[in-house]
C-alpha cells in the first residue's frame, strides 16, 4: 500500500481508517481493534495522519510520532463539515482523511505527557471545588431547615462546621446530626486535597520559567499561569494576540450579512477553563482599580464609570490575553505602561 494520508477515527476498542494515495485513490479502509492499531502503523511506511483532537488523541499522536509518520490534530468541528452523509466511523474516517488534506485548516499542538498531566491538576481541582460547592450548600440548606443560618461565602463555613461538631447542641436532632457529620467530614477531606493539588501547581509553576513570566502581568496568578502556559504551548501559532482572544471566545459574536456589521456578546469558543480564569482574574484587578490604588490600567477605572462591571472585567480579560500572547510569543516579562504605574 502507497498510502499517503490516513484518517483516523479515535474510539475506546475500534478504531477506523481511511487512507488514500498521492492521487486521492483509496488504498485502504479497515476496522481495527486497539491492540492491532500500533502493529498496522509500524509496519505501514511514515504518512500523514489527520486525527480529530479528542479524548486520547495526544496519546496517540505521540505513540504514531515516535514510529516516524507525521500526526496532526484538529478541531472537531472543523471536520464535520466533510462528512459527506450519515454518521458512521467510515464515513468519519474519510472526512478526517479529506480535512487534513486542506491548506486553511487549523491543527491542535500535539501535548506531551507532562502537559497534559498539569491540566489533570488543573481539570481534577476544578472538580473537587465543584463538589466542595455541592457540600457546602447541602450542609447550609440542611441546617437552615433547623433554623441555624451563617453569612455567605466559605470562610464563614466553620462556624458550622463547629455547630454540627458540638453534640451538647440542641437545636440540632440526632439523626440530622448524622447526616450532617457525614457531609461535614468529606467537606474537610475536600479542602485538604484541594490543597494538596495546589500545592503540586505551585511547585511546578516555580520551576516553570515560562508560567513565572506569565505571572507578571496583573489579573494572572499561578494558577492560570500555570494553565496558559500547557493550553497554550505554542504561542506563534496565532498570528497575533487578537487571534488567542478569540480562539478563547473574548471577542464579539458576529451575525453579519450584506455589509452590516452585527455584534453581540463574546462568543465563548475555545477553552471555558482559560475564559473563566481570565475573567476572574480581571473581576480581582477591577475590585484593586476601584480602591483607587496605583498600579491598575487607568482606562479600566474610567471605564467603570460609563459600563457595567461585568462587561469591563471582559473587556480586561480580553487585554490580559492579548499580553499573554506578547509574553508567550516574544519570551518577554510583562512591562507595566507609564499609565498603569501613575495609577
Known sequence: MQATTIGLDLAKHVFQI???DAGGNVVIRRRLRRGELAKLFAWLPPCRIGMEACSTAHHWARELTALGHDVRLMPPTYVKPYVKRGKNDAADAEAICEAVTRPTMRFVPVKSAEQQSVLMLHRTRDLLIRQRTMLANSLRAHCAECG?????????LAELLVIIADETDTRIPPLARTCLVVLARQLQDLQLNIGEIERELHSWHRGNATSRRLETIPGIGPITASALTVTVSDATLFRSGRH????????????????K???????????RYIRRLLISGAHAVLRYAKQSRPGTPGWAAGLLQRRPFKLVAVAL????????????????????TPEAVAG
Open 18 to 20: 481511511h487512507g488514500v
Open 148 to 156: 441555624i443560618v451563617v453569612a455567605q461565602g466559605m470562610a464563614r
Open 244 to 259: 488567542l482572544a478569540a480562539w478563547l471566545g473574548l471577542v464579539p459574536k458576529q451575525n453579519s450579512s450584506g455589509g
Open 261 to 271: 456589521e452585527r455584534l453581540g456578546g463574546i462568543s465563548k469558543q475555545g477553552d
Open 317 to 336: 480579560a480580553n487585554k490580559t490575553a492579548r499580553i499573554a500572547w506578547a509574553v508567550l510569543a516574544r519570551g518577554e516579562t510583562y512591562r507595566s
